[in-house]
């Protein structure tokens, strides 16, 4: 079984920045791509950014591409979201999620994914 928890969510003002974690445990060697998604209250959960498990190769949404940065750490079983010049609109619950084994579906898509983690909660607000 795999757990992701993430961690480092918060308060923070506009034009600040953040680093959100997700640790993973159990089966991760079998990991093939890992996403991050949020969901700002009343809106649908969105694709962030993405990362292959093995290459490091990134893959970002157009809102947060050139603000956000997605890498991981394989000896440590963790990837990372640094947030970057935040905004009130950043404002939302960040999840990240994780596909084992080889896919070519559509990675912004949740159903994409196989594990969860429960969220870690960012506000930007002044």
């Known amino acids: 079984q795999v757990q992701l928890e993430e961690s480092g969510g918060g308060v923070v003002q506009p034009g600040g920045s953040l680093r959100l974690s997700c640790a993973a445990s159990?089966?991760?060697?079998?990991?093939?791509?890992m996403g991050w998604f949020r969901q700002a209250p009343g809106k649908s959960q969105d694709f962030i950014a993405g990362i292959y498990w093995t290459t490091g190769s990134p893959y970002y949404a157009e809102s947060v591409r050139g603000r956000f940065t997605i890498s991981r750490d394989n000896a440590k079983d963790l990837v990372y979201l640094q947030l970057n010049n935040l905004r009130p609109e950043d404002t939302a619950v960040y999840s990240c999620a994780g596909r084992q084994g080889l896919g070519s579906g559509n990675v912004r898509g949740r159903t994409f994914y196989d594990y969860w983690g429960q969220g870690t909660q960012v506000t930007v607000s002044s």
């Open positions: 159990g089966r991760t060697s079998r990991f093939f791509y």
